[in-house]
């Protein structure tokens, strides 16, 4: 026979439901002014992790490692159910995560990777930063130049994302002859920094005819400068730009064929985190410990206006 609730007994168990206790989160993360990427991320995390969904979160942002792991010890101190991390620096985390585990805090790792024993977190939903940096190489290798004389601007030093994308190119110009880093320099991410930097370099009468930049806005850093000094640029132009994360105004550049190539970076791992905190909350263990987000490249002579709406952040 079909048991049949009583009024009370549904009441008293939308009452329970209603008032379950919120699952408590602390959030380590990059400034959210590092990036468009960066800025999408953010977002995303921020409209998945709120109270609405059963959530009580903290957020702390630095692009300081030191200040990341000091917030990431207070968080466990204070007792939160989950850490979520997109480590600033890729060592230094065995220590924190070791007093997590023994405090009961389950650590989930996001958007980059660190330099830690796997057993001390719970799952990784992050980029392929090497193969990101591999694709773009290979990608710069086909264009057949006969010299590659390059600007190489580098983002946090450090991070996973740099280390990816400059061991690509490290690489390949260690083994080519006709490959040449003109400037190899960091500029954080950022847009200004970048743009001294190529002045310089243009200031130097040195020649080069690649900018390959670690994200969007050090490439528009560098293109300002470009533009400054009326060197032309993009499809059939003397300097190929590249860049990585795939931002809208990007992508534009590419479709006007002012750049030649952008690298995806996926921002939106939030949903992936939830499902996996919903899943450990019921005692069931993640399918995969490392979720590698989907990530491809655009060529300014392939891409269309349509792929730039769909893919840019």
Not at 270 to 296: F, N, R
């Given at each position: 026979?079909?048991?049949?609730l009583?009024?009370?007994?549904?009441?008293?168990?939308?009452?329970?439901?209603?008032?379950?206790?919120?699952?408590?989160?602390g959030?380590?993360?990059?400034?959210?002014?590092?990036?468009?990427?960066?800025?999408?991320?953010?977002?995303?995390?921020?409209?998945?992790?709120?109270?609405?969904?059963?959530?009580?979160?903290?957020?702390?942002?630095?692009?300081?490692?030191?200040?990341?792991?000091?917030?990431?010890?207070?968080?466990?101190?204070?007792?939160?159910?989950?850490?979520?991390?997109?480590?600033?620096?890729?060592?230094?985390?065995?220590?924190?995560?070791?007093?997590?585990?023994?405090?009961?805090?389950?650590?989930?790792?996001?958007?980059?990777?660190?330099?830690?024993?796997?057993?001390?977190?719970?799952?990784?939903?992050?980029?392929d930063?090497?193969?990101?940096?591999?694709?773009?190489?290979?990608?710069?290798?086909?264009?057949g130049?006969?010299?590659?004389?390059?600007?190489?601007?580098?983002?946090?030093?450090?991070?996973?994302?740099?280390?990816g994308?400059?061991?690509?190119?490290?690489?390949?110009?260690k083994?080519?002859?006709?490959?040449?880093?003109?400037?190899?320099?960091?500029?954080?991410?950022?847009?200004?920094?970048?743009?001294?930097?190529?002045?310089?370099?243009?200031?130097?009468?040195?020649?080069?005819n690649?900018?390959?930049?670690?994200?969007?806005?050090?490439?528009?850093?560098?293109v300002?400068?470009?533009?400054?000094?009326?060197?032309?640029?993009?499809?059939?132009?003397?300097?190929?730009?590249?860049g990585?994360?795939?931002?809208?105004?990007?992508?534009?550049?590419?479709?006007?064929?002012?750049?030649?190539?952008?690298?995806?970076?996926?921002p939106?791992?939030?949903?992936?985190?939830?499902?996996?905190i919903?899943?450990?909350?019921?005692?069931?263990?993640?399918?995969?410990?490392t979720v590698?987000?989907?990530?491809?490249?655009?060529?300014?002579?392939?891409?269309?206006?349509?792929?730039?709406?769909?893919?840019?952040?």
């Amino acid at each position: 026979m079909k048991k049949v609730l009583s009024i009370a007994a549904v009441a008293a168990i939308a009452l329970t439901s209603a008032f379950a206790a919120p699952i408590k989160v602390g959030i380590i993360n990059n400034d959210p002014n590092e990036s468009g990427y960066r800025t999408a991320n953010v977002n995303d995390m921020k409209a998945t992790f709120t109270k609405k969904n059963g959530y009580q979160a903290q957020f702390f942002y630095s692009l300081k490692n030191d200040e990341q792991i000091a917030a990431a010890r207070k968080f466990v101190q204070d007792e939160v159910d989950y850490l979520l991390i997109s480590a600033a620096g890729t060592s230094g985390w065995t220590s924190v995560l070791k007093e997590a585990q023994e405090q009961g805090t389950k650590v989930i790792l996001f958007d980059r990777t660190i330099d830690a024993p796997d057993s001390l977190y719970e799952a990784s939903i992050v980029s392929d930063m090497a193969a990101e940096g591999k694709t773009a190489v290979d990608w710069l290798s086909k264009q057949g130049l006969k010299e590659y004389k390059i600007v190489h601007l580098q983002g946090v030093m450090g991070s996973a994302a740099q280390k990816g994308r400059s061991g690509a190119l490290d690489a390949k110009v260690k083994a080519n002859a006709n490959w040449t880093i003109v400037k190899q320099q960091t500029a954080s991410w950022n847009a200004e920094t970048a743009q001294q930097i190529v002045q310089a370099v243009i200031d130097s009468g040195k020649d080069f005819n690649v900018i390959y930049a670690e994200n969007d806005d050090m490439a528009k850093g560098a293109v300002a400068a470009l533009d400054k000094a009326n060197i032309p640029h993009g499809v059939g132009k003397k300097v190929i730009i590249m860049g990585f994360d795939c931002n809208k105004w990007a992508l534009d550049e590419l479709v006007a064929k002012r750049w030649n190539y952008d690298g995806q970076c996926n921002p939106f791992q939030a949903s992936y985190i939830d499902s996996i905190i919903k899943d450990l909350e019921k005692g069931k263990k993640p399918a995969q410990k490392t979720v590698i987000m989907v990530e491809k490249g655009f060529d300014a002579t392939k891409i269309t206006a349509a792929d730039a709406k769909k893919y840019g952040i």
